[in-house]
C-alpha cells in the first residue's frame, strides 16, 4: 500500500478531538472539527479513487467482496456452461438424484453397451436414454423409452412413461463439493448429483437388470466423450442452425433443428429425434435417437439419416445455406442444405 493510501486511511480512522468544557475551548474544538471534516472528505475521495484506480488494474479486492457472477447458461442461443467444467469420462458411474420428484432414484451413466447411455433407476419404472457433455461443461439429456422395474408397479399409472420432464431442461452441468448440479438455461438448478453404488439400485429386475453394468471405456469411448471443437469447425451461434434441413442425397428425408433445444427428423422408413446444443467455444452436441428397426438398416442409411450425423457430431461448419457435421476429427459426416 502506498503512502497516499495509508494517509487517507488514517484521516478516516483518526479519533474525535477530546471533549473540552470552556466557552474558548468549545470554539477552538468547533474549528478542529470544521478542519477535520474538510480532511476527512479529501481523504475519502483519495481513498476511493485510489480504490478505484486498483479495480481497474486489476488489484485483488479486499477479503468477504462478492464474487464475480458466473456466466450465463442459456439453451439457444450459446450453452455457455459454467467456468469448472466437469469430465464427461468422470461421470460414469452410479449418482443418487436429489431436488426432484424423483428424490432417491439412482442416475447411471454409460451401460454395459454404450457409454453414452443412461438409466434412471426409480423405485417405480424408470427411463433409459442419451446423453452428452462438452468439455466446458454444457449438457444435454433424452429418454427413449420407458423402464419396467418390480412387479407391484406394473399397471401403475406412468410407471412406463418414458418422459422425465426434469432432465429436458438440462443444459449444463457444475461440479459441486458433493458431486454435481444438473442446470437449467436460466442457471437455476434443476437436480443434485451424489456418488452411490451399483447396490444401491433397488433390487428388481427382469431383463432389464444387465443395463445396471458399466462399460469399460476405451481410448476411442474417451476422446469421443472429452473431444474439443474440431479443425474446421466454425464457433457458431446456435440459433444460426435453427431451420430445416435436407441431406444432400436421392433420399427424400430431413432434419429440423428447433430453437427450444430439440430436433427431429425423418427418412425413409427410419425417424430420430433429441435435444442438441452448442457451447460458446463452438463444441456442438446432440443426444442420439432410439435404435431403430432392423429393417431399417439399408446401404442408404447413412445419406438418410441425418440425426445420426448430428448425434456424431462434434462441430459444424456453415456456408451460405449448407451446413457441414464435422467429426471429433474433423471429418465431414456429412452436408445437409437450409430449406427456405
Known amino acids: 500500500m502506498d503512502d497516499d493510501v495509508r494517509g487517507a486511511l488514517a484521516t478516516l480512522l483518526e479519533p474525535e478531538p477530546a471533549m473540552r468544557s470552556t466557552v474558548a475551548d468549545d470554539v477552538r474544538r468547533g474549528r478542529a472539527l470544521r478542519m477535520r471534516r474538510q480532511r476527512w472528505l479529501a481523504g475519502g475521495v483519495a481513498a476511493a479513487l485510489v480504490l478505484g484506480i486498483a479495480g481497474l488494474v486489476g488489484v485483488p479486492r479486499m477479503a468477504g467482496g462478492p464474487l464475480p457472477t458466473p ?3 442459456t439453451g439457444l442461443p450459446s450453452a455457455a456452461a459454467p467456468s469448472t467444467a466437469a469430465s464427461a469420462v468422470q461421470l460414469i458411474g452410479y449418482w443418487r438424484v436429489t431436488g426432484t420428484e424423483d428424490d432417491g432414484a439412482i442416475l447411471q451413466f454409460g451401460s454395459r453397451d454404450s457409454t453414452t447411455a443412461f438409466v434412471l433407476w426409480r423405485r417405480c419404472g424408470g427411463a433409459i436414454g442419451d446423453w452428452r457433455l462438452s468439455p466446458s461443461g454444457a449438457m444435454v439429456m ?4 420407458g423402464l419396467s422395474r418390480g412387479s407391484e408397479c406394473r399397471g401403475r399409472p406412468g410407471a412406463l412413461s418414458p418422459r422425465v420432464p426434469w432432465l429436458d431442461e438440462v443444459i449444463a452441468l457444475q461440479p459441486d463439493r458433493t458431486g ?3 442446470l437449467s438455461p436460466s442457471r437455476t438448478v434443476v437436480a443434485g448429483l451424489v456418488p452411490a453404488e451399483r ?4 433390487p428388481d429386475a427382469g431383463p432389464t437388470d444387465v443395463m445396471a453394468d458399466l ?3 476405451t481410448d476411442a469411448d474417451r476422446h469421443a466423450l472429452t473431444a474439443a471443437a474440431p479443425p474446421g469447425s466454425q464457433p457458431l451461434d446456435p440459433s444460426e442452425l435453427v431451420g430445416r434441413w435436407t441431406p444432400h442425397g436421392p433420399a427424400p428425408a430431413h432434419l429440423e433443428l428447433a430453437g427450444d433445444g430439440t430436433y427431429s427428423g425423418a427418412g425413409g422408413c427410419g425417424h430420430g429425434r433429441g435435444r442438441w446444443t ?3 467455444a463452438g463444441v456442438l452436441i446432440a443426444t442420439g435417437s432410439p435404435p431403430v428397426a432392423a429393417d431399417c438398416a439399408t446401404p442408404e442409411a447413412p445419406s438418410v439419416w441425418a440425426w445420426v450425423w448430428l448425434a456424431e457430431a462434434r462441430g459444424a461448419r456453415l456456408t451460405g445455406q449448407t451446413l457441414a457435421l464435422l467429426g471429433p476429427d474433423g471429418r465431414v459426416l456429412g452436408t445437409l442444405t437450409r430449406q427456405a
Open 215 to 217: 462399460p469399460a471405456a
Open 199 to 202: 447396490s444401491d439400485i433397488e
Open 142 to 145: 433424452s429418454s427413449w423409452t
Open 278 to 280: 452448442i457451447d460458446a
Open 180 to 182: 454435481y448440479l444438473l
Open 71 to 73: 456466466g450465463a447458461v
